[in-house]
C-alpha cells in the first residue's frame, strides 16, 4: 500500500504534536480500523514512532514537513519505487558492478552508487540501480534473493529515469539523486555533504559528523 492523501494527513497531524489513534480518527474521518492500519504501515516504513499510546514523527517526517511540495511528491515516489526492489547476493558490491556492466541490458545507477560515482567517497554497500521491470526476471540468475543484506537492490521501473555518463557508468541526475538520499538518511547525510547540497535539518547526532 502506497502513501496517500489520508496518510500524508497523519504525518502533518504528528508533526502539530503527539498522535493518539482516537485524535486521528477524529481529524480524518476514518474508521478506527483503517486508521490503525494506516499507523502501522507508517510506522514500519519509518515515518512514525509509537511512544506508549501515541505516535511521533520520525526524523524523515520532521524532514518532510519543512519541504517545499514538490520534493515532498518526489519523496514518496521514489520511496514507492524502492519499495519494490529486488535485492541479491552476489559476493560484492564491485561484483555487483561488474555484473551490471558486463550483462548487455540498460541500467541506470542511483542511490549511495550513485554518489560513490560522483564524489568518490564512501563506498556504498551496495549496487543500486534502476532496470526495466519488464528485464527483472533476467537478472534474477545473477544471485540468490537477500532479503537484508543485498549486494544488488535493483529497483524496476517501467522506463529508466535521466541519466548522466559519468567516468563511464551511467547514473541519474544530480536532483534526483538528492531526492533519493534525503528519503532514506542515515548514510545518504553524508553523502548530500560530499554533495555539497544542502543537507536537511536532522537530529544533532545524525550531523555530529558532517559539521
Not at 493518539?20 to 519509518?46: F, H, M, N, Q
Not at 514518496?76 to 541490458?105: C, D, N, P, V, Y
Not at 535521466?162 to 557508468?169: A, F, L, P, Q, R
Request: proline share 5%; aromatic share 10%; with cysteine.
Amino acid at each position: 500500500m502506497g502513501i496517500d492523501e489520508s496518510s500524508l494527513f497523519i504525518i502533518w497531524l504528528s508533526l502539530q504534536g503527539p498522535l493518539t489513534p482516537s485524535r486521528a480518527a477524529i481529524e480524518t474521518s476514518l474508521p478506527k480500523t483503517t486508521v490503525y492500519r494506516k499507523l502501522r504501515e507508517l510506522e514500519d516504513r519509518g515515518w512514525l514512532e509509537r511512544k506508549g499510546k501515541t505516535y511521533l514523527p520520525t526524523d524523515r517526517a520532521k524532514i518532510l514537513g519543512k519541504m517545499e511540495a514538490k520534493d515532498m511528491l518526489g519523496i514518496f515516489h521514489i520511496e514507492e519505487l524502492f519499495e519494490k526492489a529486488l535485492r541479491l547476493q552476489t559476493g560484492s558490491w564491485r561484483r555487483s558492478m561488474e555484473l551490471l556492466r558486463g550483462r548487455g541490458m540498460d541500467f541506470v545507477l542511483c542511490y549511495e552508487t550513485a554518489a560513490y560515482i560522483r564524489t568518490g567517497f564512501q563506498t556504498p554497500s551496495a549496487a543500486f540501480a534502476y532496470v526495466r521491470d519488464s528485464e527483472l526476471k533476467d537478472w534474477i540468475s545473477l544471485g540468490k534473493r537477500a532479503p537484508k543484506f543485498a549486494d544488488l537492490v535493483l529497483i524496476p521501473v517501467r522506463e529508466l529515469p535521466t541519466s548522466e555518463v559519468i567516468s563511464g557508468w551511467p547514473v541519474v541526475t544530480e536532483e534526483r539523486l538528492r531526492l533519493e538520499l534525503i528519503v532514506w538518511l542515515g548514510r545518504g547525510i553524508l553523502d548530500l555533504a560530499a554533495l555539497r547540497g544542502k543537507v536537511p535539518m536532522v537530529a544533532e547526532e545524525m550531523t555530529d559528523v558532517v559539521y
